[in-house]
């Protein structure tokens, strides 16, 4: 497949217009369900998008489709005769973890999210099937698996410390840790750890309490059933149910996260962003950061690795966050202030200054982006490297001004500054004195970061 990227840049030099012409493999996804002209009408439908289509009607066709194909995607229906959809995204989870899994439902709702995550899910797709919406999950499903340029290279002791940043978020979100094709995922909210996912952990929560307790698929199929038709937390209906304790659960739940923990730690170098994201959880299992990591502790000889201070990093946490507070409230002098924001490289907001409840965490994450995209065009430009964008719009200008001692602009090394400062402002009166108190600014937060 030819692709064809044209984009403009606007800046000191002027506009430039990019084209950029490569050459793309065709995706392959693989769709089972047991309706073949409803199938059909799908397959019809992608091709128009340039994916590669299989087909198969039941858990059983797929298996032998997947021994045969190279597949990128699957995406099943749950009810299926002979092998059905529970038992192939079970199947999918011991032998191909890496492959995202899109489930087909006729009760998808945001509040199922959850619940598809422990069966081992990347997204819902609700019946009827609307083309332009199953496109898009598609697409992004995809983005997902492969490593992407907005990520930056880390080490254990970077992830958590993201992750430790991010539970100090006011709304929460998601870490995403990448290594090669591997995916890992920490999904935090309230303060807490709610989930954990990592590819090559060959098995989805699903089949960890078919392998670890008395229950079996028929009565795990049934309580997801139930929480499908009413939008209920999975977890919360076994125990309510009876089917485990409120105590046996939790514990099963810490194991498996702290599994999955442990198999992002150990890649031996990845990358990783954290996502502001608020988001509503239903579940009322959450975990301590602390919690997790001392399970695994006690499984020693399974680590080879050497485990952060989690006290140290928290301690250091507080001291950048103090300081950069302090300096970000200096801003709050520029006429129109809105609010302020010192960001880690990898998206966590460290410090803000709000006046108007301002969603700066989410402005950041953004500005963020368009900071690195504009850096790497002007490295390709060969102007040197921006270091400042400026985002007019028709209610507020946003600066955003990255301080980087590092070679690389995906980069943050022990002992080097790489930190964002994003400042918005109601009007354009005073960019001038803006950019300047924001040069002064983010080399004073900066000293923080080298220590």
């Not at 400042?423 to 803006?434: F, G, K, R, S, Y």
Request: net charge negative.
């Amino acid at each position: 497949m030819l692709i064809i990227l044209a984009f403009y840049i606007t800046g000191r030099f002027g506009t430039v217009h990019a084209k950029y012409i490569c050459q793309m493999k065709q995706k392959t996804v693989l769709i089972i369900d047991d309706e073949k002209s409803f199938l059909e009408s799908l397959k019809g439908g992608l091709e128009d998008n340039d994916f590669n289509i299989l087909t198969g009607n039941n858990g059983k066709e797929a298996v032998e489709i997947l021994a045969s194909h190279d597949v990128d995607l699957l995406i099943t229906d749950l009810k299926m005769p002979e092998m059905g959809g529970y038992e192939l995204v079970a199947y999918m989870g011991r032998n191909f973890p890496g492959t995202p899994v899109v489930v087909m439902t006729a009760y998808g709702a945001p509040e199922m999210e959850e619940n598809f995550h422990m069966l081992g899910v990347a997204a819902y797709l609700e019946k009827p099937i609307d083309m332009d919406e199953m496109s898009r999950v598609i697409r992004e499903s995809l983005e997902e698996k492969k490593a992407g340029a907005k990520l930056v290279s880390t080490s254990a002791h970077e992830i958590i410390k993201t992750i430790y940043e991010a539970l100090k978020s006011n709304i929460g979100g998601e870490v995403i840790i990448r290594h090669e094709n591997n995916i890992g995922k920490i999904f935090i909210t309230k303060g807490k750890i709610a989930w954990v996912t990592a590819s090559t952990l060959k098995q989805t929560f699903f089949t960890y309490l078919m392998d670890t307790t008395d229950l079996g698929v028929t009565e795990l199929k049934e309580v997801f059933e139930e929480c499908k038709r009413t939008g209920r937390n999975f977890g919360e209906t076994i125990v309510e149910w009876g089917l485990l304790d409120r105590d046996s659960l939790r514990q099963s739940l810490l194991e498996y996260i702290s599994a999955a923990m442990l198999e992002i730690l150990a890649w031996p170098k990845s990358e990783l962003m954290f996502v502001p994201q608020e988001r509503s959880y239903k579940g009322t299992l959450l975990f301590d950061l602390e919690e997790i990591i001392s399970t695994e502790l006690n499984k020693k000889d399974a680590i080879d690795f050497e485990i952060p201070d989690l006290e140290e990093i928290e301690n250091r946490s507080e001291e950048v966050h103090k300081s950069a507070y302090e300096k970000l409230r200096s801003l709050q002098e520029l006429d129109g202030f809105l609010a302020a924001g010192a960001f880690s490289h990898t998206g966590s907001c460290l410090a803000e200054v709000n006046g108007n409840g301002t969603k700066i965490a989410e402005i950041g994450r953004l500005a963020n982006e368009v900071l690195l995209e504009a850096q790497k065009s002007t490295d390709v430009m060969g102007v040197g490297r921006g270091d400042m964008v400026h985002i007019a719009a028709p209610q507020a200008n946003i600066l955003a001004r990255c301080y980087n001692e590092n070679p690389d602009l995906h980069t943050g090394e022990p002992g080097k500054a790489h930190v964002h400062v994003v400042l918005v402002l109601d009007d354009d009166t005073n960019l001038p004195w803006a950019k300047m108190k924001l040069e002064q600014i983010i080399e004073e937060v900066a000293s923080d970061f080298r220590k």
